[in-house]
């Protein structure tokens, strides 16, 4: 079983060491679609670079594979990183990955003995995730509903599917692993400047609307970590309900190693 990973990448520099270290052990290739501009038309990518500094200096297996363009939407990016893997061929899985996302050693590797003994008879396979906010020791509690596509059967893709919904929730055929979490620090970011950007960059790729964003930082976002129900999006507020503080034994290692603490 060949396993391919895929980015797509604009910013999230804070997390794109931990994040390719925890899976380059399990993958067989990585491939980064860089944008150069964001879906608002902004130029700056911000991941290429220490991505390159890494890529150097530990990628002792020549796994790494990536392309640079200008992408107005994520589909387009979605497509234009199939259509790179296809010239690679021969893999059974495409492990969907955004530069926020790391996982744990034990997590992974559940997940991919899953993916052998489905034989392919799911197009996809999705797993939970354990969501942070604001601070690496920040994460949602209960774990938010959204669950999305993790791994993405490859002949679903070659007989012309496209990655469909938020984040794959609606292909069909998805097998659902309810003991899989990966870490997403969606709003753990250098200063709330490129928050509030992930937060616009995050709508438009989703086409969903969000709350009044001057209100909601005043009344949820700068209550944190006391503020309940804060979803910026309008209809899901109560996906976030609340949030707990985890001690630094709950934080994974490699991010303890690379980020120290965001505040």
């Excluded at 491939?31 to 130029?43: E, L, P, Q, T």
């Excluded at 890494?54 to 994520?74: A, L």
């Excluded at 995730?129 to 596509?149: A, D």
């Excluded at 999006?233 to 996906?239: A, D, L, M, P, Y």
Aim: glycine share 6%; net charge neutral.
């Amino acid at each position: 079983m060949k396993i391919a990973a895929l980015y797509k990448t604009f910013s999230g520099h804070e997390f794109i060491i931990p994040s390719v270290e925890s899976i380059y052990e399990y993958v067989d290739k990585i491939f980064f679609v860089h944008s150069m501009v964001d879906w608002h038309g902004k130029k700056g990518n911000t991941v290429i670079s220490p991505l390159n500094k890494w890529v150097k200096e530990n990628d002792k297996y020549s796994k790494i594979v990536q392309t640079c363009g200008h992408y107005t939407d994520q589909k387009e990016q979605y497509r234009s990183g199939f259509k790179i893997i296809s010239d690679y061929g021969g893999y059974d899985w495409v492990m969907i990955i955004d530069s926020d996302e790391v996982w744990d050693k034990e997590q992974i590797e559940r997940a991919i003995n899953y993916l052998k003994m489905d034989f392919g008879r799911s197009n996809a396979v999705c797993c939970k995730m354990r969501t942070y906010v604001k601070n690496i020791h920040y994460m949602i509690w209960p774990v938010e509903p959204c669950l999305p596509t993790v791994f993405v059967n490859w002949q679903y893709i070659v007989e012309g599917n496209e990655f469909i919904g938020t984040r794959g929730n609606s292909i069909p055929g998805r097998a659902i692993l309810n003991n899989v979490f990966f870490h997403h620090y969606t709003l753990v970011r250098d200063n709330e400047d490129e928050i509030f950007k992930k937060i616009m960059t995050s709508s438009i790729g989703d086409n969903l609307p969000s709350v009044d964003m001057e209100t909601w930082k005043k009344e949820k976002w700068d209550k944190l970590p006391h503020a309940t129900n804060f979803h910026w999006t309008k209809g899901f507020e109560n996906c976030w309900k609340n949030v707990v503080v985890l001690k630094d034994i709950g934080v994974p290692r490699c991010v303890k190693e690379h980020i120290g603490v965001i505040v």
